[in-house]
């Protein structure tokens, strides 16, 4: 029972993170396109050219997956799957429902921020294994800029930590399902970002944005000067899993946001016991928005040099959220 | 206030920007499904060169003035006999090749500017693509075919 469980568990976060990530993949091909007044894919698939993301899929399986002479081949071959497994373990903590979640950690903030740092190992490695000087300096760049945005994107996290008096996500998103006051007899409550969390939350999104090196923080595979950075030599199997990798990142980086600040599962005036079965529809639909924002950016902002990139993270962010848990602190103290 | 002040609010041009990209979202693609659906070109397109045997005197000035050398001319002088009796032998150019070459031509329309005796013109014909690069080179035939698609010449402006 306890296997049965486990792997159906694993099953569902596999097959789950897959099917998300193809849709965002298909999503931001349409979306992309109709913001450049293009149709995007059209054919694949009979309509609307939904089955792209599958196509382009197979496409890239039947690529010669090469090897780098000069490459260190242990490293490079293990680089795609540490980027992988740290994307695919994150979701394991994201409660989807009360119970829909895979493990309902105590330190479920923690474990958070510290596998999705693992996907830095996994960029690094790819950009110093490949033995290109575009690989290189792209995955340096990708290290520099990863550890830049790791701080604001913790401290922000700190502050929601110190509001709901716990670590864990589960108890985070019914700390914002909690009654903030009452109006006569009508209980009101409401997430984080309402609760004063709304400068935390944006220096969360600027810090996930950078976290998932897209547009406008793309510099580690900045396409006009560095080729493709880190992925330049990746072909094949191993760059479909960095491509899914970074898809699926896009998702769980929102659900992350979602779940601290806008409530996660939780929506108001849905009954407690229905959460269970309505959680993952009010979760997809959080993410969904939250997706659409960092894709609308996408293609809408220009890309940022490498030292503006730098002076946002440590000359503007970083002392805004230590400013930020201050004010929380403060008012979590007096309040 | 001057008029050329920058606004003062911050980012201003990164809202600006995601209007226009959520405007344009919303809009229609000007798309046209091409193989289904055929775009009609203004009369005027420079689609493909015609040729018109009978006005061209193998004068060279297309092929000498065409910035790819993408023409080629050949021909000879032919003796037409007198129009009457003791008159004299005229000589006349006869037109034996007329080639363009439609993977070098760069469609900038000197050869039909430049030619004294209107034998070139435009059509917006556009479907001519072929598999081999070889087949781009049109021949005399091919070139006068191209003639029954081109458009009649707008009427004179009155007044």
Same mark, same amino acid.
């Given at each position: 029972m306890f296997w049965l469980e486990v792997v159906l568990k694993v099953l569902v976060v596999l097959l789950g993170m897959l099917t998300?990530? @193809?849709? =965002?993949?298909?999503?931001? &091909? ?17 309509? +609307?050219?939904? %089955? ?11 690529? /010669?997956? @090469? ?7 242990? =490293? ?8 992988v497994m740290?994307t695919l373990a994150a979701f394991v903590v994201i409660?989807a429902?009360?119970?829909l979640v895979g493990v ?29 000087? +575009? ?19 913790? &401290? ?16 985070? =998103? ?19 970002? !309402? ?13 996930? =944005? ?14 006009? /000067?560095?080729?493709?950075? +880190? ?14 990798? /970074?898809?699926a ?5 929102? %659900?992350?946001?979602?779940?601290? +600040? ?40 220009? *890309?940022? *040099?490498?030292?503006? !990139? ?26 | ?12 041009? #990164? ?6 990209? #959520? ?48 023409? $080629? ?52 014909? $556009? ?33």
């Amino acid at each position: 029972m306890f296997w049965l469980e486990v792997v159906l568990k694993v099953l569902v976060v596999l097959l789950g993170m897959l099917t998300l990530a @193809l849709v =965002v993949i298909y999503a931001e &091909l349409k979306i992309g396109a109709h913001m450049q007044n293009r149709i995007g894919p059209y054919y694949a698939g009979g309509r +609307y050219g939904w %089955a792209q993301p599958l196509a382009d899929a197979l496409k890239f399986i039947q690529k /010669e997956d @090469l090897v780098p002479r000069g490459a260190d081949k242990t =490293v490079f071959k293990a680089a795609p799957y540490i980027v992988v497994m740290a994307t695919l373990a994150a979701f394991v903590v994201i409660p989807a429902g009360p119970d829909l979640v895979g493990v309902d950690l105590d330190l479920g903030v923690f474990y958070l921020l510290a596998i999705s740092s693992l996907t830095t190992l996994g960029v690094l490695m790819a950009g110093w294994a490949s033995a290109n000087k +575009y690989s290189l300096i792209g995955g340096l760049r990708a290290a520099a800029q990863l550890i830049a945005y790791e701080l604001p994107l913790v &401290l922000a996290v700190v502050a929601v930590v110190v509001q709901a008096g716990t670590m864990s996500l589960n108890g985070i =998103v019914e700390a914002q399902a909690e009654t903030w006051f009452t109006i006569g007899s009508v209980e009101v409550s409401a997430p984080f970002i !309402l609760k004063g969390q709304i400068i935390g939350f944006i220096i969360f999104g600027i810090a996930a =944005v950078a976290e998932l090196s897209r547009i406008p923080f793309d510099m580690p595979i900045a396409e006009s /000067e560095l080729t493709m950075g +880190y992925l330049t030599e990746y072909s094949s199997l191993r760059f479909t899993m960095f491509f899914l990798a /970074e898809y699926a990142s896009i998702v769980l980086l929102s %659900a992350i946001a979602a779940t601290l +600040y806008l409530g996660g599962y939780w929506a108001p005036w849905v009954p407690e016991d229905a959460l269970n079965a309505f959680g993952p529809l009010i979760l997809l639909a959080k993410v969904a928005i939250l997706t659409f924002v960092v894709i609308w950016i996408r293609w809408t902002w220009p *890309r940022l *040099r490498e030292d503006q !990139l730098q002076s946002l993270a440590w000359r503007w962010l970083i002392p805004l959220a230590l400013f930020n848990i201050l004010v929380i602190a403060t008012f979590k103290v007096v309040g | 206030m001057a008029a050329n002040k920058r606004i003062s609010f911050p980012f201003v041009g #990164l809202y600006k920007g995601m209007w226009v990209t #959520l405007r344009t979202l919303f809009k229609k693609p000007p798309t046209v499904m091409y193989p289904d659906v055929k775009e009609i070109p203004v009369p005027r397109a420079r689609g493909v060169i015609s040729l018109d045997t009978e006005a061209c005197t193998v004068c060279m000035l297309c092929s000498r003035e065409c910035p790819d050398w993408c023409i $080629y001319i050949e021909g000879h002088k032919e003796e037409v006999p007198p129009s009457k009796p003791g008159g004299r032998v005229r000589t006349r150019a006869k037109l034996d090749r007329f080639d363009i070459d439609y993977a070098l031509c760069m469609y900038c329309g000197i050869c039909v500017e430049v030619c004294p005796f209107d034998a070139l013109f435009w059509s917006p014909e $556009y479907e001519y693509s072929e598999h081999s690069i070889a087949d781009m080179l049109h021949n005399k035939d091919r070139l006068s075919d191209w003639l029954q698609t081109v458009p009649d010449p707008p009427g004179l402006e009155s007044s």
